[in-house]
């Protein structure tokens, strides 16, 4: 399964709730606390993590796409 993730920045609060739930996907910019995102298709193992990560955000900044496809 292929998932695609994006973040909505101007949503964004800066909360860091997703960095701490999947750190391999997500980071925050030292100047402004604003996430961004390390890996737009991250691999299966951290499909759990991405999705616990969007549930977290107070802001529901994070998009996550199921595209169906190959593991």
Same mark, same amino acid.
């Given at each position: 399964? $292929?998932?695609? @993730?994006? &973040?909505?920045?101007? /949503? #964004?609060?800066?909360? !860091?709730? #997703? *960095?701490?739930?999947?750190?391999? *996907?997500?980071?925050? /910019?030292?100047?402004? !606390? *604003? @996430? &961004?995102?390390?890996?737009?298709?991250?691999? !299966?193992?951290?499909?759990?993590?991405?999705?616990?990560?969007? $549930? $977290? #955000? =107070? +802001? +529901?900044? &994070?998009? @996550?796409?199921? /595209? !169906?496809?190959? =593991?």
């Amino acid at each position: 399964m $292929l998932l695609q @993730v994006e &973040i909505d920045e101007p /949503r #964004c609060v800066a909360a !860091g709730h #997703c *960095v701490v739930a999947a750190p391999e *996907v997500f980071d925050q /910019r030292d100047d402004d !606390g *604003v @996430v &961004i995102l390390l890996d737009a298709n991250p691999p !299966g193992d951290e499909h759990e993590r991405v999705r616990e990560a969007a $549930l $977290l #955000c =107070p +802001a +529901a900044a &994070i998009l @996550v796409r199921d /595209r !169906g496809g190959a =593991p």
